[in-house]
């Protein structure tokens, strides 16, 4: 049955979600292949506002854009290549190539590649019947993160807790930088009684936490106004 893009979206939440949840209880994200393979098969439907392919393991394909692309998705996070299976890759009009990413717990998609199947045919290695595609990514430029706005901060004894605009945490002691602001916030949450966990029952990453102590800092700080 076909899924609405709302529902696309919803599914790829609850997947992602999951991931996390599994990733809390320490499985490791390269033993969670078919769950990983459904988020990225839900990522392409979701940016192609397309459906997923009728059947499981279709050959070829996996998903079928709104323009009627067949495609073929491929989801990683720690392998350093895909394959395209060579004889069955005249089913395919166009590849995605994703990775999920893993930051504290906290599940990100990056898209890797996104072309058509004639420039795969045209540029990629074959190797052994199928098409190989590298995994790594080039070096990119990285802009410091001081140089994004401050959108919150508080202060709390000796530290101020800064949140920028990406999201970032970061933390100064007596005006010197925390090279890992985790263990301060964790210090931090203990004092003003912030919960460690969130409401999935994972711990919280450096982001959550630090957005919930610069919130109940302000909290506080109305009440004592």
Not at 4 to 24: D, H, R
Not at 27 to 36: C, M, R, S
Not at 202 to 209: A, D, E, G, I
Request: hydrophobic residues 40%; negative net charge; contains cysteine.
């Amino acid at each position: 049955m076909p899924l609405s893009q709302v529902q696309i979206i919803q599914s790829l939440a609850e997947a992602l979600a999951w991931f996390e949840k599994e990733l809390g209880w320490g499985v490791a994200p390269a033993e969670l292949n078919h769950l990983t393979g459904r988020i990225g098969e839900l990522y392409a439907a979701m940016i192609t506002r397309g459906q997923m392919a009728l059947a499981t393991n279709q050959q070829g394909y996996d998903v079928v854009s709104a323009e009627n692309e067949r495609i073929s998705v491929k989801t990683v996070t720690t392998s350093s290549q895909v394959s395209f299976n060579v004889a069955t890759f005249d089913l395919v009009d166009r590849v995605i190539v994703l990775r999920l990413n893993v930051d504290e717990g906290e599940a990100s998609i990056e898209e890797l590649l996104d072309c058509s199947a004639e420039e795969v045919r045209r540029t990629f290695r074959c190797s052994a019947g199928k098409y190989v595609f590298p995994t790594a990514s080039p070096t990119r430029p990285r802009r410091e993160v001081e140089d994004l706005r401050v959108t919150a901060s508080a202060r709390h004894g000796a530290h101020v807790v800064q949140q920028y605009e990406n999201g970032t945490i970061l933390v100064e002691t007596s005006g010197t930088r925390e090279a890992t602001a985790k263990p301060v916030l964790r210090a931090i949450a203990g004092e003003i009684g912030v919960d460690l966990v969130n409401g999935s029952g994972n711990p919280k990453n450096t982001r959550q936490l630090g957005a919930d102590i610069i919130r109940i800092l302000h909290e506080q700080a109305d009440v004592q106004a």
